[in-house]
C-alpha cells in the first residue's frame, strides 16, 4: 500500500460563505487543511477593518479548533495607504475582481485605470500586502482569461515591486505569461487538473462541474499538469471550492463553483500519483505557498494511504465533485 504524509497543507483560494453555509464547509476544510486564503465576495463585500474582524470570527467558532488559520482578504477597492496601514495585520491580500465576471463581484473594478489605482497598489507593494486577481474580462466565455493577460502585463510592468497572484489558471497563456515577470504567480485548482469544457458540456450538461473560470481545452489542461506535477516554484494550490446548494446548482441559472473541499488531498494524490509525481505534492500543496506569501502555516500532517474513499452523495446541502464515486486514496488520519 502507498502512503503519503503532507506536512501544513494549504488552500489558496477558498470561498467559506456565511451563516449555515459556513457552519457546514468551514469544519471540512479546516480538517485536512493548516489554512487557507479566504476570499471576500460575501454580499455585502468585506471591505473594512471590522468587517475582516467579524468574518474571521465567525469562521474560528465555525472551525472549533486550534490548529488552523483563515488568511483574510479584502474585496479590491481603491483604498488610501492610511487604512492599508491600519488593516496590514488583519489581512494576508486583497483579491481583485473585475466587475460582473463571477459570483458577487457586481462591485468590483469595471475599469482598469492603472493612475486611479496607483495610490493602493504602491502601498499595497510598499506593505507587502499580495494582489490576488480573478483574472477574467466579460468577452465570449472561452477567451476570457487570454484577453486578461494584457491586464497582468500592465499591473505587473506598472508595479514591479507587487505580488501578484493570477488566481485559478486555466490555459496554456497564463502559463506562459508565468515567466515573463518576477512578481507573477498563480493558483491551480484540482478540477481544472482533471476537466475539460468537454466534462461539463460534452454531453449531459453537469452543472456540479460548471465553474468560473470555466474548464478550457485539453491543451490547456496539458500545460497546468506540467508546471503543477513539476511544483514550479511559482505556482501552488488553491482549490477555488464553491459551495452552492444542491438546488441553486441543478437550477437553471445555477451559480459558478466546484465544491471540491472534503476531497481535495484525495484527489491530488490520484492525479500526482498518476503521473509517479507525488514527491512533488508536498512543495505544490504547502512550501510554494508558504514561500511566495511569506507565511509559517499551523503545524499539521496529514497521512494519506492508497485505499478506496467513496465520496458521500452530499455534505450538508452541498453536493461535492466525484459524489459517489471511488476514489484511489483516502486521509488515514491527521495529526
Request: hydrophobic content about 40%.
Amino acid at each position: 500500500m502507498k502512503s503519503i504524509t503532507l506536512t501544513m497543507p494549504l488552500d489558496m483560494h477558498l470561498h467559506l460563505r456565511d451563516g449555515e453555509m459556513l457552519e457546514t464547509v468551514a469544519p471540512l476544510t479546516s480538517y485536512s487543511f493548516s489554512g487557507a486564503l479566504v476570499m471576500p465576495n460575501l454580499v455585502p463585500p468585506v471591505t473594512t477593518l471590522d468587517s475582516v474582524i467579524e468574518y474571521k470570527k465567525r469562521i474560528k467558532h465555525a472551525i472549533g479548533r486550534d490548529d488552523f488559520e483563515p488568511y483574510m482578504t479584502l474585496f479590491y477597492q481603491n483604498y488610501t495607504r492610511p487604512f492599508l496601514e491600519s488593516v496590514q495585520d488583519e489581512i494576508t491580500a486583497i483579491k481583485l475582481y473585475p466587475s460582473g465576471v463571477t459570483t458577487n463581484s457586481e462591485g468590483g473594478v469595471s475599469s482598469f485605470d492603472i493612475e486611479s489605482m496607483r495610490e493602493t497598489l504602491e502601498a499595497m507593494a510598499d506593505l507587502g500586502i499580495v494582489l490576488s486577481v480573478h483574472g477574467e474580462t466579460n468577452g465570449f466565455v472561452m477567451d476570457r482569461e487570454a484577453e486578461f493577460m494584457s491586464v497582468y502585463e500592465m499591473l505587473a510592468s506598472n508595479f514591479p515591486k507587487l505580488k501578484i497572484v493570477m488566481e485559478h489558471i486555466t490555459t496554456a497563456n497564463a502559463v506562459e505569461m508565468l515567466d515573463r515577470y518576477e512578481n507573477l504567480y498563480a493558483t491551480i485548482t484540482v478540477h481544472h487538473l482533471i476537466i475539460t469544457l468537454d466534462d461539463v458540456a460534452g454531453g449531459m450538461l453537469r452543472p456540479h462541474l460548471f465553474c468560473k473560470p470555466i474548464a478550457k481545452r485539453p491543451e490547456d489542461r496539458a500545460a497546468l499538469l506540467k508546471i503543477a506535477l513539476e511544483a514550479h516554484p511559482k505556482v501552488m494550490f488553491g482549490s477555488d471550492s464553491a459551495p452552492h446548494p444542491k438546488h441553486t446548482k441543478e437550477s437553471c441559472g445555477c451559480g459558478a463553483g466546484v465544491f471540491t473541499a472534503p476531497i481535495a488531498l484525495q484527489l491530488l494524490c490520484e492525479v500526482f500519483d498518476a503521473h509517479d509525481k507525488l514527491d512533488n505534492l508536498q512543495a505544490f500543496i504547502s512550501d510554494n505557498a508558504q514561500q511566495i506569501y511569506g507565511i509559517c502555516a499551523e503545524y499539521k500532517e496529514v497521512v494519506l494511504v492508497k485505499q478506496d474513499f467513496v465520496v458521500p452523495e452530499m455534505y450538508g446541502s452541498v453536493v461535492p465533485m466525484r459524489a459517489g464515486e471511488t476514489l484511489k486514496w483516502s486521509i488515514e488520519r491527521v495529526d
